[in-house]
């Protein structure tokens, strides 16, 4: 990564589009609240609308030599990303699903991320949650899952559990069977 991407270890990591929905800033604002002057916050996304305010963040809350915006990174470089940080954040304010979430827990990632919309669903045991609006509260969160080795070890083996929960298999056969029942019922 170091060679590649100029990312040095430690890192949080965030990988999604940039745009409000995100709260890429509030992020950024969380991290600039972190204690260990050794992190680096990694992003990874390409630029959706309104990112200017996300753009602008590194320098308003004093942490722009911390922050690494990787504007696109290859399906093939993501899961050493996903391995190498030190816990991933998704401090969206919506998600219809959560998928990076899953994408994290499958390479043994910790997951710190909202508690609101389809998150806690997507998350489950394995994640640790928090309030998207409070950058304070996201910043907590982060120190608690990186200050606590044994934490961080019980969230890794539970992701891999919860992505079990998940699979195009067990979607594909719940899809049908909704199907199949209102083709039934009509």
């Known amino acids: 990564l170091s060679k ?7 890192f949080v990591l965030f990988v999604g589009t940039l745009q409000p929905r995100k ?8 991290f600039s609240h972190l204690k260990d002057d050794k992190l680096e916050l990694v992003i990874i996304g390409k630029k959706g609308w309104m990112y200017d305010e996300i753009m602008a963040a590194p320098k308003k ?28 954040v998704l401090p969206s304010l919506y ?6 979430v899953l994408e994290a827990m499958k390479y043994g990632c910790p997951v710190a991320t909202s508690n609101i919309s389809s998150l806690p669903e997507a998350g489950g045991e394995a994640a640790i949650y928090f309030d998207p609006k409070d950058s304070k509260d ?5 120190e608690k899952v990186l ?21 195009w298999e067990k979607a594909a056969t719940k899809t049908l069977e909704v199907l199949e029942r209102v083709y039934k019922s009509k």
């Open 23 to 30: 709260n890429v800033a509030k992020l950024i604002e969380a």
């Open 61 to 88: 809350f004093g942490v722009i030599e911390k922050v690494k915006f990787l504007d696109f990174v290859p399906d093939e470089d993501l899961p050493t990303f996903y391995k190498h940080a030190k816990i991933f």
């Open 4 to 10: 590649k991407y100029s990312v040095k270890s430690p």
């Open 95 to 100: 998600e219809g699903f959560g998928l990076p």
């Open 138 to 142: 996201i910043a907590q969160t982060i």
């Open 147 to 167: 200050e606590n080795t044994k934490l961080r070890s019980e969230m890794i083996e539970k992701g891999y559990a919860q992505i079990k929960k998940f699979s």
